[in-house]
């Protein structure tokens, strides 16, 4: 019997005795391999810096290097720590301890400066009404160091899902919980790093953001025999779900390069347009922009296409001899069709003409 109540006893002590040998080991191993891996350390530019190496006890004497190069910038050190003093973003970089004397290896820091985000900027808008609206946003100040967003999204009291858009990093989509609703929408964008965190909120309603994206396929072509007319004709933008129960209008504006003032066209529905007061001859530049007919706002600018009225062909013949001949010039011509050109005078006859009133005046004398 008593056999077999020390047995449970010893078995206690080896099951005790491997706990402590495994969490010795763990430690070790975590000991070791924080000497290995690198960890983040975040702190604010301008600031006072304090790193320490490891699990060192305080009396400890290391030497650091960072980047592989002994630390020149101004520092002390104090025990297994090293302190900078007003740190710039230039004190960013890998830091490495070492034990003196033999110089093992103890830990390794990776030091990032930066700063404390600032409220973002953000906006949203509807180019796919009424299926959903987009946010963006974005901060004004760089804080140089990871920063991510937290987005959350309030209608009628109740939180709507958010969902990131895939092609914009700083971009979420909601659906419209309801169309045509009278209450608003809220949204509030946090802005989230290692040093902190600063949010911005926004109010809207559902009208005011509706705003399209551009016309497309933007086309303008002279129209045959008319020298003052240009056929502009246009598609709807893609992203817009639904013309026919939501239709677009539209504004057209163009101008010839000459001048930098716009002539501008409203149109209801339509898509296309002819311009009948352009310049003949001249390169005109136009482009259209688009807004639901009751709610929102003008879309942006189309991108500008060039065209040039049509300009009748003139057909001139030349003769295989070219004749020289005079022309004569007046300061006002009276009328724009080219001037006909004399003929030219034989130089005989120009002589002629030259010496026959003396010759009459010897004949005269003669005579008397």
Same mark, same amino acid.
């Given at each position: 019997?008593?056999?077999l109540c020390?047995?449970?006893?010893m078995?206690?002590l080896v099951?005790s005795?491997?706990c402590v040998?495994l969490a +010795?080991?763990v430690v070790?191993?975590a000991?070791?391999?924080s000497q290995?891996v +690198?960890?983040?350390q975040?702190e604010r530019?301008?600031?006072?810096v304090?790193m320490?190496?490891g ?5 400890a004497s290391v030497?650091?290097?960072v980047?592989g190069?002994?630390?020149k910038d101004h520092?002390? &050190?104090? *025990?297994?720590? &090293?302190i900078? $003093?007003?740190? +710039?973003?230039g004190h960013s970089g890998?830091? /490495?301890c070492?034990?003196n #004397?033999?110089g093992?290896? %103890? ?6 400066i *930066?700063l404390i985000?600032?409220e973002?900027t953000?906006?949203c ?5 009424? @299926? *959903?609206?987009?946010c /963006?946003?974005?901060?004004?100040h !760089? ?10 999204v309030?209608h009628?009291?109740?939180s709507?899902?958010v969902q990131k858009d895939?092609d914009? @990093? =700083?971009?979420?989509r909601?659906r419209f ?7 608003p929408y809220?949204v ?6 290692? &040093? ?6 926004i109010?809207f ?5 509706v705003k !399209?994206? #551009? !016309?497309?396929?933007v086309?303008?072509?002279?129209i045959r025999f ?5 056929e502009?004709s246009w598609? /709807?933008p893609?992203?817009w779900?639904?013309?026919? =129960?939501?239709?677009? @209008?539209?504004f057209?504006?163009y101008r010839p &390069?000459?001048?930098e003032?716009?002539?501008?066209v ?12 352009a310049y ?6 136009i482009?259209?922009?688009?807004k639901?007919t009751e ?7 189309s991108?500008?296409?060039?065209a040039t009225?049509?300009?009748e062909?003139q057909?001139? /013949?030349t003769?295989?001899?070219?004749? #020289?001949?005079?022309?004569?010039t007046s300061p006002?011509?009276? $009328?724009?069709?080219?001037q006909?050109?004399e003929r030219?005078? *034989?130089?005989?006859? %120009?002589l002629?003409t030259?010496?026959s009133?003396l ?5 005269l004398?003669c005579?008397?």
């Amino acid at each position: 019997m008593t056999l077999l109540c020390v047995c449970p006893q010893m078995a206690n002590l080896v099951t005790s005795l491997c706990c402590v040998v495994l969490a +010795a080991v763990v430690v070790a191993y975590a000991q070791r391999r924080s000497q290995l891996v +690198a960890r983040n350390q975040y702190e604010r530019i301008g600031s006072d810096v304090t790193m320490q190496c490891g699990f060192l006890d305080n009396d400890a004497s290391v030497s650091w290097k960072v980047n592989g190069t002994d630390v020149k910038d101004h520092h002390r &050190l104090e *025990g297994p720590r &090293l302190i900078l $003093s007003g740190v +710039a973003l230039g004190h960013s970089g890998l830091y /490495s301890c070492f034990q003196n #004397p033999h110089g093992e290896r %103890r830990d390794t820091i990776y030091l990032h400066i *930066g700063l404390i985000p600032r409220e973002p900027t953000v906006t949203c808008r509807s180019n796919t009404y009424p @299926k *959903g609206f987009y946010c /963006s946003w974005h901060q004004v100040h !760089p804080t140089y160091i990871p920063t991510t967003f937290e987005v959350d999204v309030q209608h009628n009291q109740r939180s709507l899902e958010v969902q990131k858009d895939p092609d914009h @990093k =700083n971009r979420c989509r909601v659906r419209f919980p309801e169309v045509f609703s009278s209450f608003p929408y809220t949204v509030n964008v946090t802005a989230v790093n290692a &040093l902190g965190k600063a949010s911005n909120t926004i109010s809207f309603e559902e009208s005011s953001i509706v705003k !399209p994206d #551009p !016309p497309e396929r933007v086309t303008a072509t002279p129209i045959r025999f008319n020298a003052r007319r240009l056929e502009v004709s246009w598609q /709807s933008p893609a992203t817009w779900p639904d013309i026919d =129960n939501f239709p677009l @209008k539209y504004f057209l504006r163009y101008r010839p &390069l000459i001048k930098e003032q716009w002539q501008h066209v409203e149109l209801s529905d339509s898509t296309s347009h002819i311009i009948t007061d352009a310049y003949a001859g001249k390169e005109y530049i136009i482009q259209v922009a688009a807004k639901d007919t009751e709610i929102g706002t003008w879309s942006d600018w189309s991108v500008a296409v060039h065209a040039t009225p049509w300009i009748e062909e003139q057909i001139t /013949s030349t003769t295989e001899v070219d004749i #020289p001949t005079e022309t004569k010039t007046s300061p006002i011509p009276s $009328s724009n069709a080219p001037q006909k050109a004399e003929r030219p005078v *034989g130089r005989a006859a %120009r002589l002629l003409t030259f010496f026959s009133p003396l010759l009459l005046g010897m004949l005269l004398l003669c005579m008397w």
